[in-house]
């Protein structure tokens, strides 16, 4: 996310958080496509993390000189916490830049109306920082997962919302410091028309996430080695804050609604809560507390919509709602996976045949097969198998839907293609059953001859 919502509205009931989510429904549409990727920063004379300052003997080129770099040539919006840029915001077209907590580098994409144009966004977005690379002699790996430092090693960004966060991770989970320091993914946002649509929408991405982790797993190295799973980035997940993330098994019991989710939302711990430029640290706390203004940290501090949309901006399940839908099960690849991720969620989603016809493949999962499919995924890849479904069947069964979507849709190119064309990447995956980890463990076992190093040359943007 790259930057906290700013609505000062104040709000005192259920009810008003409930109408903030229904009123992200689209009833005339039209639907978008918004794409966020993170990418780990490394500098290419050394091979080592990138700090928000740099480092003396590289002029001091960190990811400060990036961000200013980016905002001169682009014209872009300072976004700024405590005297520090931490992002860039395009008050034209909608695109933001902003920084996890470890210096991964993130384009939250503009919402577009098609593929392509998301396609374009990131070659823009490449074409951009690739003179600023240049100078501050900084790559960018396309990994899931950071695969040579320790988390000691990795540079802390200068948020606030962060370091409250990190001393929070250390006490509900073991992994979660990994999660914010270590791991890159993709998203795609996606857009309902009702409330019946969104229920139908959560159900169906939910169901097929284990599946898009699958076909997405790119971590298989940690400290210069296998770590053992294909998707270490999804595992990590596993470990982090079990009350905020997970598959949602309630999103499939009768009744689910805008109100199922708040509700939900409201039994996650707070972090924070903003005010003006201080972030101050509730971590632990109850929302229906601030809703009621009788917080212990803050006592008086009534809620506004502001803290609302930033609350659910700290849920992690592996499909977020918001005001939208946002697909959170992949890791970060090559920029023909990255675009592969729009084009399979823009075909899936946004036509009602496919979205049909991949329901009767997926609905007959209970809750205990949706589980171990995410359980096996990060391991198992698309050979994990529950309910009588297995990841690679589904994915070859799937695809074709998501093609057949994205004719019906017809956004054409210059060329006269429709978005089919964007799908090639994750074809080819299903097709020879092998996903990106896979890949480059082979390459690991045998060009590589086990050396960590050809990472930063052949997994880079």
């Known amino acids: 996310m790259a930057r906290d919502v700013v609505d000062e509205t104040p709000i005192s009931s259920r009810d008003e958080l409930v109408s903030w989510l229904e009123a992200g429904c689209k009833p005339q549409g039209p639907f978008l496509v918004g794409t966020e990727h993170e990418k780990i920063p490394f500098y290419r004379a050394d ?47 909608g695109g933001a830049i902003s920084l996890e907590p470890g210096g991964q580098f993130e384009l939250s994409g503009a919402p577009l109306d098609s593929v392509h144009e998301t396609a374009a966004e990131l070659q823009a977005h490449f074409a951009a920082l690739a003179p600023l690379c240049e100078k501050l002699g900084v790559g960018f790996l396309d990994l899931g997962v950071s695969p040579l430092w320790t988390r000691e090693e990795t540079p802390v960004m200068p948020k606030q919302r962060y370091a409250i966060m990190a001393r929070y991770m250390r006490k509900v989970g073991g992994l979660g410091l990994d999660m914010m320091f270590r791991t890159s993914t993709v998203q795609t946002n996606i857009d309902f028309a009702s409330e019946a649509d969104m229920v ?4 169906l991405a939910l169901a097929v996430q284990p599946m898009i982790t699958a076909l997405f797993a790119n971590s298989p190295f940690t400290g210069g080695k296998p770590n053992g799973f294909l998707s270490l980035r999804s595992h990590i997940w596993t ?72 609350h659910l901006s700290t849920l992690f399940p592996e499909v977020r709602l918001k005001r939208y839908m946002e697909m959170r099960g992949a890791d970060v690849g090559p920029r023909e996976n990255i675009v592969g991720l729009a084009a399979l969620c823009a075909g899936l989603f946004y036509d009602d045949q496919a ?29 994990a198998t529950a309910g009588g479904i297995g990841l690679l069947d589904l994915a070859r069964k799937i695809l074709p839907l998501a093609r057949g979507g994205l004719s019906r849709r017809g956004r054409l190119d210059a060329a006269g293609e429709d978005e089919g064309r964007h799908l090639l990447a994750l074809e080819e995956i299903a097709e020879s059953g092998i996903n990106l980890a896979e ?4 390459l690991f076992h045998g060009r590589w001859k086990e050396n960590i190093a050809p990472v930063f040359a052949e997994c880079m943007f």
């Open 47 to 93: 091979l080592r993390p990138v700090p928000y300052e740099g480092r003396p003997e590289f002029g001091q080129a960190g990811i400060r000189a990036l961000l200013e770099g980016l905002r001169q040539s682009q014209d872009w919006e300072a976004i700024e916490d405590g005297g520090a840029v931490i992002g860039l915001y395009d008050p034209r077209g």
């Open 200 to 203: 139908a929408k959560m159900r």
């Open 355 to 383: 979205s049909a016809a991949a329901w009767e493949l997926v609905k007959g999962l209970s809750a205990e097969d949706r589980q171990k499919l995410r359980d096996d995924a990060p391991k198992l890849g698309l050979r």
């Open 439 to 442: 890949r480059r463990l082979a």
């Open 239 to 310: 470990d982090t804050d079990p009350a905020r993330t997970g598959m949602l098994p309630f999103v499939f019991e009768p009744g689910m609604g805008f109100e199922a989710y708040v509700d939900y939302a409201l039994d996650v711990p707070l972090y924070f809560v903003k005010r003006g430029d201080v972030y101050h640290d509730v971590a632990g706390a109850s929302f229906r507390d601030l809703l009621e203004g009788r917080l212990h940290e803050l006592p008086g501090v009534r809620a506004t919509l502001s803290d609302w949309a930033n």
